[in-house]
């Protein structure tokens, strides 16, 4: 498939805002991506999987809106995925900075004096009988494919 160059292909939720506006992929873009992965790894759902993947929702993402979080996660984690998430890329924390994060906070998962390491007990505790069960909703789509918007193009 060849693509041209202002064309946006991907999985809807995990492409920043800036980028289904038709500002080039950057280094922030996929950090954006990344905060959607950890989203996903600590809820147990794939972002917006309760939505069609469509015009109004690449609207949505673009004013803002971001997926809600129903369960527990650890302040640290959350912070750090919302960080991420930014809607402004230039605040969105550098790959750099991500390790050092990740690398302390796999230090402090290890030390059961911290805040994270007591946190991450509770959820632990809290969570041994939940269930990750939940319906996606029919137009939600989660492989890669052309995206065109032309109203939010045009808006």
Do not use: W
Not at 92 to 116: F, G, M, Q, S
Request: net charge negative; proline share 6%.
């Amino acid at each position: 498939m060849k693509s041209e160059p202002n064309e946006i292909y991907g999985v809807l939720p995990y492409i920043a805002p800036e980028v289904l506006m038709k500002e080039p992929y950057t280094k922030a873009s996929d950090i954006y991506s990344f905060g959607m992965i950890m989203l996903e790894i600590f809820t147990g759902r794939r972002p917006y999987h309760d939505t069609s993947h469509d015009e109004d929702l690449a609207i949505k993402i673009c004013l803002g809106s971001k997926p809600e979080i129903k369960c527990e996660v650890p302040q640290l984690f959350l912070a750090l995925i919302n960080k991420c998430l930014d809607d402004e890329a230039q605040y969105r924390p550098t790959a750099e900075k991500l390790v050092c994060i990740l690398k302390k906070c796999l230090l402090d998962l290890n030390d059961e004096k911290t805040k994270l390491y007591k946190q991450v007990e509770a959820i632990k505790n809290s969570a041994i009988n939940s269930s990750i069960d939940y319906q996606t909703h029919e137009q939600a789509i989660y492989t890669g494919r052309r995206l065109y918007f032309p109203k939010l193009y045009n808006s």
